[in-house]
Structures are given as C-alpha cells and as structure tokens.
C-alpha cells in the first residue's frame, strides 16, 4: 500500500510583486481623477458622470482589496491553515462581485428614474470629463491587464475597472448627443448601459468565486472523464474517491483511491497517474492512496468494506 502527497511551491514571488506594481499604479490614476469627476458631475448635474465616479470609488475600492488579499495569501501555512489564507484572493474576487451587482441595482434605478423625469444635463462639460476618463482608464485598464489575470482577485479589480472604460464611452457618446440635439435623457440611458455591463461582469465574478467556495472542479474540468483516464491506465483495477477541486485561482488538486491488480507496483501506478494528471490536466497537487486489489477493497459500500462512504462513482477499466 502507498498514500503519497506531493506539494509544490507557489512562491511566485517575482509576479506577485510585479502585479502589486501594477495595480498600485492603476489605483493613483484612479483616485486622481476620481476626485475631479465628482466635483464635475455635481456642477454638470450628470447623473453619467456620477456613476463614472461612483464605479471609480469601487475601482479604487477593488484594486485596495486585491492589493490587501494579495498580502494576506502570501502568508506560508501554519497552524491549522494547512493551505495557508490563499483564499482570501477569492474572498477579494467575491466582494467585486457582489458589489457590482449592487451598485447594477441603484444605478438602474437612478437611470430608469431620470429617463421618466430628465434633469437638465450639461453635455459640454460631460464631453471634456468623458474623454478625459476614457484616457485615464485605458491606462489602468493597460497596467491592470499586464498583473497575473488568471487569478480571479486580479480579474476582480480588472474588470471593475473594464467596465469603468465602457462606462466613459457610454457617457461621452451621451455628452455628444445631449449637446448636439439636447435629449437629456441620453445620460439616463448611458448609465443604464453601464448598469447592464456591470450586471455581467459582476454575475461572472460572484459565480467563478462561488465555485471555488464549494469546491466545485476547475472550470473545464470533467471529474468523470479524469476518472476514466486514470482507470485505463496498465494495471489499475478501479478508481473511486475520486475528488477535483481548486484551492484558488491557477491551484487545482485532486486526490483518489486507486487499486490496481495485486501483481502490480503500487508505486509505478502512482507515478504514472501523476504524470497523466499533469501532462494532460496541468494538476500538479496529487494525494494518491494506491492499493492492491483485494476482495476486500473491491467491496465499496459494504458494511465491512474499506470504503463504507464511498464519494462519486467509481471508474472502471472499459471492456
């Protein structure tokens, strides 16, 4: 019988630094500009440009997250957090999320209120700042962009400040149409089109996060076809216990119960099933119990059996 755990570093020291550059970065060309819109909006009675500003904060508010997760789940394990704290760039991910699905509710409201009643808006103002910001933000949407994207924390504070891009064209091709034909209610409609964007980038962050908060596989990973492909490895009897799951973003494992015929070298089994599990599925985390296969192991589910609980379905070699 073998059980053997593998760990691999993560101390992609030189990337994690280089992202907190970026987004440091993105953050003082946010928070710069910020401040302006609000002062403009007011004065420009541009309920377009307030919700520029009022995404801006939650920019500002998502990279300073992303930047703090960042910190925490660079800790090494200890204690009982045998994983370490590199959820806490989920948790990150997760509060994007969910504070973009919040703010898609009162800027909806807000848009859908001034379509019914307009206030008058003032396009030539809402022009200058629109154009303004969409050059500050392609710049931090530019640096974020460069950051590790694969993790959902960067992608979190990405795509607050993605649709903050979007919410600037929207609002300077509302300014336009406002001074050119005098429809205020362009500006309503501008910001409902960024409410929308919001609502879809939001719902992906809250959904990609969840998955991870329940274990889910990796996105794109079947469990039964990795079952199967580990069973019809030479020698392997039957798979079972079999589970696929992603600590954070980029760092899957798996673990599984695996026997094989009793004439077999537990130990090369295993090695060759790490090595299908990496070539092909890029999961490097393995825990691997490999046994013979005895009667007694085959009885999954019996109330004498090795595995009385068994978890999933086993994988069988075809015939």
């Not at 710069?32 to 307030?50: D, N, W």
């Amino acid at each position: 019988m073998s059980g053997d755990a593998h760990g691999h570093g993560h101390g992609h020291a030189l990337t994690k630094e280089a992202d907190r550059r970026y987004l440091s970065g993105a953050l003082v060309l946010i928070v710069a500009f910020m401040a302006g819109e609000v002062v403009v909006g007011l004065i420009a009675h541009s309920l377009a440009l307030i919700t520029d500003a009022g995404h801006m904060l939650t920019d500002a508010a998502a990279i300073v997250v992303a930047l703090i997760a960042m910190r925490i789940a660079a800790r090494p394990p200890q204690g009982g957090f045998t994983y370490g704290l590199r959820r806490a760039e989920i948790i990150s991910a997760q509060l994007n999320g969910i504070t973009l699905l919040l703010l898609t509710v009162y800027f909806a409201y807000e848009g859908v209120r001034r379509l019914i009643a307009p206030p008058e808006v003032r396009g030539g103002l809402v022009v200058i700042v629109g154009l303004a910001g969409i050059v500050v933000n392609l710049a931090a949407t530019w640096l974020i962009s460069r950051a590790n994207r694969s993790s959902l924390n960067v992608e979190g504070a990405f795509q607050h400040v993605l649709n903050d891009l979007y919410a600037f064209i929207a609002t300077t091709i509302a300014g336009l149409v406002i001074l050119l034909t005098g429809w205020s209610q362009a500006d309503a409609l501008a910001a409902l089109v960024v409410a929308a964007l919001m609502l879809k980038a939001g719902w992906g962050l809250v959904r990609d996060s969840g998955r991870v908060f329940m274990e889910a596989a990796p996105a794109g990973m079947n469990p039964n076809e990795i079952g199967g492909r580990m069973a019809a490895l030479g020698s392997v009897v039957e798979v079972h216990d079999l589970h696929v799951w992603e600590v954070t973003s980029g760092y899957a494992a798996l673990s599984a119960h695996v026997l094989v015929d009793p004439a077999a070298d537990c130990h090369a089994v295993r090695l060759a099933t790490e090595k299908l599990l990496h070539a092909t599925y890029g999961i490097e985390h393995t825990t691997l119990q490999v046994d013979h296969a005895t009667p007694e192991l085959l009885s999954i589910g019996d109330q004498d059996a090795h595995c009385r609980a068994p978890h999933g379905p086993s994988h069988k070699p075809a015939k």
